[in-house]
């Protein structure tokens, strides 16, 4: 959990009011807590980020996590952006305790949800649901990001008619069986794609065709040299094995998100 420091030089010479202003003038608090809660019979553990110095209710951002699981990297992102401001819930699709510990185990529970779209829609949706939770949410400004498998299920999020201001894919898979269903998307759309990513390039020309017969606002974001998981430092500097963090790409798309935040929730 981040803490707040404060440094008090001549204490003697603070009066209490000082004091007091010293302490709500320092950097924010971000608060950190495991959640644990349920989709049917299946118990999930999410994590909860956010800035507890804010009284105030503000935007929900869901959180979705690589096809490994809820591990440290969606909880970095989360982190990052309570201290952005938001409320930030990443969601466990997999159950609780349920974690890849190599990419074969991570293809198999990814795979899951991607040949039941139906499933992989309503355990978003459970995540969604606890967000909304949240006594410091704005009903109406929630959107959710997504990261490689996770951007997929954001999508889907999205094409179930889900009530959200927007969703952003980070490399994820842009792929569905029911394209038709993107006339359900209520919010806008933002995609982030690596101009190298050969995991999810067979996907963009039927996603494009998606959400122009649909009518969706949506924008895609493709970056130079970028591969599959280049926002994602632990997939190493290598782009010949098909999945390497990329600097560049990594810091655009982070602006290219936030802008889209302060559009959608303006």
């Not at 690589?66 to 909880?75: C, S, V």
């Not at 349920?98 to 139906?118: F, M, N, P, Q, V």
């Not at 498998?149 to 009530?163: K, V």
Request: net charge neutral.
């Amino acid at each position: 959990m981040k803490k707040a420091i404060i440094t008090f030089g001549f204490v003697i010479a603070l009066s209490a009011a000082a004091v007091f202003r010293a302490a709500t003038d320092s950097e924010a608090a971000i608060k950190t807590q495991t959640v644990e809660y349920r989709h049917g019979k299946t118990t999930l553990e999410g994590y909860l980020a956010y800035d507890d110095a804010n009284i105030g209710t503000r935007p929900g951002i869901l959180v979705a996590h690589e096809w490994t699981g809820l591990g440290e990297y969606a909880k970095m992102r989360a982190n990052m952006l309570a201290e952005m401001g938001y409320v930030a819930f990443a969601v466990d699709m997999n159950g609780k305790g349920i974690r890849a510990k190599d990419h074969a185990e991570a293809a198999k529970l990814s795979g899951i949800y991607r040949s039941d779209r139906k499933l992989m829609r309503e355990r978003i949706l459970a995540g969604l649901d606890e967000l909304r939770k949240n006594k410091f949410v704005d009903q109406k400004m929630i959107a959710a990001v997504g990261y490689c498998f996770g951007g997929t299920s954001a999508l889907e999020l999205a094409r179930s008619g889900a009530d959200i201001k927007g969703v952003v894919s980070f490399h994820g898979g842009l792929d569905t069986p029911t394209p038709n269903d993107a006339k359900n998307i209520k919010g806008k759309i933002l995609v982030c794609q690596g101009a190298n990513d050969n995991f999810t390039s067979a996907g963009i020309a039927g996603f494009e065709d998606e959400m122009r017969k649909a009518g969706v606002d949506w924008q895609m974001n493709t970056y130079a040299n970028a591969v599959h998981s280049f926002t994602v430092r632990e997939a190493g500097l290598d782009p010949s094995k098909g999945m390497a963090y990329n600097e560049k790409a990594d810091a655009r798309s982070w602006q290219a998100m936030k802008n889209f935040f302060a559009e959608i929730f303006e």
